[in-house]
């Protein structure tokens, strides 16, 4: 699902016009975004976690050369799914329907 198909559905589900469905897309996403760069957590119930997590410096290795490395500290973003979306998408899975 891209952006756009989005926008179409807030576009049919709430019947707001085109402009202002892209603007509640792009508002939307945009305190998600800032949110994410500031590393506060972000919780969507129903949906799931995105977790912002800082990691150290750590020795690594060249995978071409074997040569030992070190990795830079950084900042990875994880998403752990709710219960409630897990549930669901197992449910499917059983009655062996495709999403």
Excluded: H, W
Excluded at 11 to 16: R, S
Excluded at 39 to 68: H, M, W, Y
């Amino acid at each position: 699902m891209t952006k756009a198909d989005i926008r179409a559905q807030v576009y049919e589900k709430l019947g707001f016009s085109t402009r202002e469905s892209s603007g509640v897309v792009e508002r939307f996403l945009a305190i998600i975004k800032r949110c994410l760069a500031v590393g506060t957590n972000v919780k969507i119930s129903g949906l799931g976690n995105f977790i912002v997590r800082k990691k150290k410096a750590r020795k690594g290795r060249n995978p071409q050369t074997g040569d030992e490395i070190e990795t830079a500290p950084r900042t990875v973003l994880t998403f752990r799914l709710s219960q409630v979306l897990k549930g669901e998408l197992n449910d499917r899975r059983e009655k062996g329907s495709r999403p």
